[in-house]
């Protein structure tokens, strides 16, 4: 069959179980009824062969067995898979359901924020909208009172436009989106550390709940129950592990009493005990967080009041990173008070899992069973064996760990989280803590007691566990860097080509373009190179001559007569003649 439409039939069969479940008023996830096809196929006892394809007669049996499953509620073996399966479906670590919810609070302030940062408002009431929507959104945010009341919404308006006053809309209009929602939230911020300073000081502080008075009184209270609930969770369990020690011990009573059920008793509370201590350290955390955060809320206002004292100026340099770090410091305490919560409701919800053993072992039942047996708890049967010690010399090819010589030995992941791997094998599936006695049987033959055998004669058919998987190998092409350097030219004629589009760069001119989105934006300048002083030169020199004028006059010496006779002569060349 191929893989899509083996997907399809499994899909459909976990449809149908869901459907006959609810017809019958019982609703369970998609994942626990998958859980359940898939243990109702494996199981050998139910005959179901792997190796060829469910007819419909196996379909049919398939969802008739998986529904009766699902609806015997005196199954305890089906509360600790429902319950593992609700853990797994609602419980993440600190830092992922702070990523998580981070992330919705986002999600949620999305379309607030696009009504913002969309917005192209030119008038009056445009802008005044516009302004009325910042403060919502920031009081959405912040979490610091609801945008509903007046006196709220007034405390924020008064606190925004001491930062950010109506005139500021133009320029904030001009800006990108990245860089509007960026300052949305700077603004935030910084409205909400000047709203918690003033309600520490007693002038203002509307509709803002003192979380860290609410978690100092919800963190104890939360621990309290957790720990009662914890505690008569091991008191089951002490009290289910003496009696099954018993009948280990006296095989006649395995006949009179039913040993699986005690076991899957004890599983159940097992795991819810677990469960238990997963939380509590969760909630030990917050506490120690809380601690902390108190301290440095009260550092900050301190530091606030010492910079702010009577001043009427104060630089925004100075007061407003305290009090976005006052924003941020509250914002941890939203985060505590939520962890709380889920953390408090996941623990109510795990209680349902549980109303099985009144039904199947009520406190009369109980107390015979308990006739003669002493309830030991963990604590002492770790206690009877503390001083005893392992020889390193009967263990030379193994490799031991103690506590006193191995760094961070606490966050080492201990394996059956602590259970004695030999004690559940050797007695059928008994949970009990590892003491050294039975570490050391164990450790003289692991193998032989970790081993599981899945090969079952069912129908004269072998079920055997897959072993087969996907798998590829790849191997690295170039090991080393590479040494090519790509700007290399080996080609003069290329290189010369080069130096003339940059020479003829460098005589462009440079231009600029500025459109109504860039307008304001930034500063536009334009380069260009200054002026020198030019002259020009001729191929040769040049120059025009006139005649020299040359005029003489004879007889001016006299002669032999007494009168002087001048003659002008004039022997100036003509000009056309030079």
């Known amino acids: 069959m191929p893989l899509t439409q083996a997907e399809s039939v499994i899909k ?29 196929v494996l199981d050998p006892s139910n005959g179901f062969n792997m190796d060829r ?47 998580e919810h981070h992330r919705v609070l986002e999600s949620r302030l999305g379309s607030v924020s696009r009504e913002i940062t969309d917005n192209r408002a030119c008038a009056r ?47 904030f209009l001009t800006l990108t989106k990245k860089d509007k929602e960026r300052q949305l939230k700077e603004l935030t911020m910084i409205v909400s550390g000047i709203r918690l300073f003033n309600r520490d000081c007693g002038k203002g502080g509307e509709g803002i709940d003192d979380l860290p008075a609410i978690l100092h009184e919800a963190i104890p209270a939360t621990t309290q129950h957790i720990d009662s609930q914890l505690q008569i969770a091991q008191d089951q369990v002490y009290r289910y592990t003496a009696i099954l020690e018993k ?23 097992r795991q819810y005990e677990i469960f238990l201590q997963i939380i509590l350290s969760d909630i030990i955390t917050c506490a120690q967080e809380v601690e902390i955060m108190i301290k440095q809320l009260g550092a900050q206002l301190e530091l606030l009041k010492s910079t702010v004292k009577s001043r009427t100026a104060i630089p925004t340099s100075q007061v407003f990173p305290i009090f976005i770090s006052l924003a941020s410091l509250w914002t941890s305490f939203q985060d505590e008070t939520v962890l709380i919560s889920v953390l408090s409701s996941l623990t109510s919800h795990l209680e349902p899992f ?28 770790i206690k009877e064996h503390m001083e005893d010690r392992v020889r390193l010399t009967d263990f030379k090819k193994l490799e031991w760990l103690f506590p006193e010589t191995t760094a961070n030995f606490e966050k080492l992941l201990i394996q059956y989280r602590g259970f004695c791997g030999y004690t559940f094998a050797t007695t059928d599936g008994l949970l009990l803590p590892g003491i050294l006695l039975e570490i050391i049987l164990f450790s003289s033959s692991p193998i ?8 079952r004669d069912v129908d004269k058919h072998y079920i055997k566990p897959i072993t087969k998987c996907e798998s590829s190998t790849q191997t690295d092409t170039h090991i080393l860097p590479p040494t090519i350097v790509r700007a290399y030219e080996w080609n003069e004629w290329e290189l010369r080509r080069k ?22 934006r930034r ?50 060349r003509a000009v056309d003649e030079t």
């Open 499 to 520: 130096a003339i589009k940059l020479a003829n760069l460098r005589q462009k001119i440079t231009h600029s373009v500025q459109t109504d989105l860039s307008h304001m």
């Open 125 to 171: 009431e445009e802008l005044e909208s516009l302004y009325r929507k910042i403060v919502s959104y920031v009081l959405l945010r912040s979490g610091l009172g609801s945008p509903t009341d007046i006196k709220i919404v007034r405390e924020a308006t008064a606190a925004l436009q001491s930062v950010f006053p109506h005139s500021e809309l133009g320029t």
């Open 12 to 40: 459909n069969i976990i449809r149908e179980i869901g459907q006959e479940c609810a017809a019958h008023g019982e609703i369970v996830s998609e994942t626990l009824v998958a859980f359940m096809v898939k243990a109702v």
């Open 53 to 99: 394809t469910l007819m419909k007669s196996d379909v049919q049996k398939l969802v008739k067995l998986c529904v009766a499953r699902l609806l015997d509620n005196k199954n305890l073996s089906l509360d600790t898979i429902k319950m593992q399966v609700y853990f797994d479906m609602n419980y993440t670590s600190r830092e992922e359901f702070l990523e």
């Open 523 to 572: 500063e536009n300048c334009s380069q260009v190179y200054p002026l020198k002083d030019a002259s020009t030169q001729s191929n040769r020199e040049g120059s025009t001559r006139v005649p020299k004028p040359q005029i003489y006059i004879a007889g001016l010496r006299g002669g032999r007569s007494k009168t002087t006779h001048a003659v002008k002569v004039n022997l100036t």
């Open 247 to 269: 009948v280990t011990k006296n095989p006649l009573m395995s006949k009179e009493l039913k040993p699986y059920m005690l076991k899957e008793a004890l599983y159940n509370v």
């Open 354 to 381: 549980l109303g099985a053993h009144e039904l199947l072992f009520p406190d009369r039942i109980m107390q015979g069973l308990l006739d003669d047996v002493t309830v030991k708890t963990d604590v002492c049967r």
């Open 448 to 455: 032989f007691f970790s081993k599981y055998y899945t090969v």
